[in-house]
């Protein structure tokens, strides 16, 4: 088993530029999450996916949308990016939405110039 | 507001030595703590949960405390090693399934080193 998969691993982006950031589990999870993480602010949630079909703000969405594409697979867009986006985004999931692990991909890299 | 915090400067141990890394919370009635090792340039891992009814968790050398009168969990590592140094995060998560803010919410951190 992979795991919790991201691509990519890195990307530099120029302001206004969009892209996707994918992610894939296989472990048959339910709920799927992203997350940022910024020095000394710690692991923020942006939007999660409490079960397939279904998906919810987080503490920070702005900027942000999401597609629960499967239940395999949950991807995070920025539509025009922003230098303050510059971040590691962090893809996770989990067999529910409460009181379980949650199990973290590798990361993805935005530099946003 | 909800706030969770870990000590942000970096605790340096000897190697041996019992590592005590702490977590308090206000405004928060977790039901459940959690903690996670993150190594850098790699996504958190979870090492241990304890629920609000359980006073202590143990696994090999790790144990965690969790006193919801006092607000606090203290996460310990026995018998360091080198191997041990990595970043440790608490993650509270809420009593009430809600909106976005109780979902499980992350401390900052709090970064381990063990020397040999």
């Known amino acids: 088993n992979a795991g919790v998969t991201q691509t990519p691993k890195f990307q530099v982006l120029k302001t206004g530029q969009s892209m996707t950031l994918q992610c894939a589990q296989d472990m048959n999870h339910n709920s799927m999450y992203w997350y940022r993480q910024d020095p000394g602010m710690g692991l923020r949630l942006i939007y999660y996916s409490a079960s397939e079909g279904t998906t919810d703000k987080g503490e920070v969405p702005n900027g942000y949308n999401v597609s629960r594409l499967n239940k395999r697979e949950f991807s995070l867009r920025l539509e025009s990016a922003a230098p303050s986006q510059t971040s590691v985004y962090f893809c996770a999931s989990s067999v529910e939405p409460r009181g379980q692990t949650q199990y973290f991909g590798p990361g993805t890299r935005l530099l946003v110039l | 507001s909800q706030k969770i915090e870990q000590n942000s400067e970096a605790l340096n141990i000897q190697e041996g030595k019992t590592a005590t890394l702490t977590c308090n919370y206000t405004?928060?009635?977790?039901?459940?703590l959690q903690w996670y090792r993150q190594d850098p340039g790699r996504g958190p891992v979870f090492l241990l949960l304890i629920r609000e009814n359980e006073k202590e968790k143990r696994k090999e050398r790790l144990k965690v405390t969790f006193d919801t009168t006092l607000k606090q969990s203290l996460f310990h590592i026995t018998a360091s090693q080198p191997a041990d140094s990595a970043t440790y995060l608490c993650?509270?998560?809420?009593?009430?399934?809600?909106?976005?803010?109780?979902?499980?919410?992350f401390g900052g951190g709090t970064r381990l080193m063990v020397k040999p």
């Open positions: 993650a509270l998560d809420p009593r009430l399934l809600g909106d976005a803010g109780n979902m499980l919410t």
């Open positions: 405004n928060y009635s977790p039901a459940y």
